[in-house]
């Protein structure tokens, strides 16, 4: 598996951090985790083949990570010649479905029939969808907004966990136990921390909690980025971490 953190920033407007996305690759998938604003030109920027892109999943609805999705199906049509052809399936939470044709109202119904096969699908809660290859896509509920979720890649004895925004959540923690790679929020610094975001220490004991070989730190608010993240992290977490900037990549 491969994972690519296209955009580790948030609502922020940042200079050099985009909104979330992070792309997966495992086998013949190529899964984008969330297509916040920026992400389609950070793609194209990083040299990242964004026309190659087979599946889309959205943790939640919240602009900084929904807002460039029509930009990348436009990009799909009429951003590349030839044309996409070929099918894409749309993953999200309860409510998915609805947003996209929401989103189809205001850009216009190509977002719907753009010319290739969209297919999209509302993932109940931990359900597991087999995608070819081999590789398994679920979710579970996570404390942000109603709809929010995390996500579970793996392939063969390979598994990535994807917080996107969360709150301190045992069970997130007990539901990525053993984890080859945690792919965790870290938005806000201790005196500034609320309920719907984790700060460096928070992030620390989730991953602790769910034993991951690798920690590796997205979606920063620039207050967050003024404290030491590695050492208020390994106050709580032993293992290697990862401060992820956009473009950083690793196989695991």
């Known amino acids: 598996m491969?994972?690519?953190?296209?955009?580790?920033?948030t609502a922020a407007p940042h200079p050099s951090r985009?909104?979330?996305a992070h792309l997966v690759e495992a086998g013949d998938i190529r899964l984008l985790l969330d297509c916040g604003s920026g992400a389609v030109h950070r793609m194209a920027h990083l040299g990242v083949a964004w026309?190659?892109?087979?599946?889309?999943?959205?943790?939640?609805?919240?602009?900084?990570?929904?807002?460039?999705?029509?930009?990348?199906?436009?990009?799909?049509?009429?951003?590349?010649?030839?044309?996409?052809?070929?099918?894409?399936?749309?993953?999200?939470?309860v409510g998915t479905g609805?947003?996209?044709?929401?989103?189809?109202?205001?850009?216009?119904?190509?977002?719907?029939?753009?010319?290739?096969?969209?297919?999209?699908?509302?993932?109940?809660?931990?359900e597991i969808v087999r995608l070819p290859g081999g590789v398994e896509l679920s979710s579970h509920p996570v404390p942000h907004t109603p709809e929010s979720v995390a996500y579970s890649i793996s392939e063969g004895n390979r598994r990535l966990v994807y917080t996107g925004d969360t709150g301190v959540s045992e069970a997130l923690g007990d539901w990525s136990r053993d984890c080859d790679l945690l792919l965790a929020e870290c938005s806000l610094p201790d005196d500034m921390a609320i309920g719907e975001h984790l700060t460096p220490r928070q992030v620390g004991a989730l991953a602790a909690?769910?034993?991951?070989?690798?920690?590796?730190?997205?979606?920063?608010?620039?207050?967050?980025?003024a404290v030491d993240i590695h050492a208020e992290v390994a106050e709580q977490y032993a293992g290697p971490t990862i401060v992820a900037t956009d473009g950083w990549s690793t196989h695991f």
């Open 51 to 93: 026309q190659d892109i087979t599946h889309v999943a959205l943790t939640h609805f919240h602009t900084d990570h929904i807002a460039d999705l029509p930009l990348l199906i436009m990009g799909w049509r009429w951003g590349q010649l030839p044309p996409r052809s070929t099918p894409v399936t749309i993953y999200g939470p």
């Open 209 to 225: 909690r769910a034993q991951t070989r690798q920690l590796v730190l997205t979606h920063f608010y620039p207050p967050v980025e």
């Open 98 to 126: 609805a947003l996209i044709e929401r989103m189809a109202a205001v850009h216009g119904g190509w977002m719907l029939a753009p010319g290739f096969p969209v297919t999209v699908r509302d993932l109940g809660s931990d």
């Open 2 to 9: 491969k994972l690519t953190t296209i955009g580790t920033g």
């Open 18 to 20: 985009v909104s979330a």
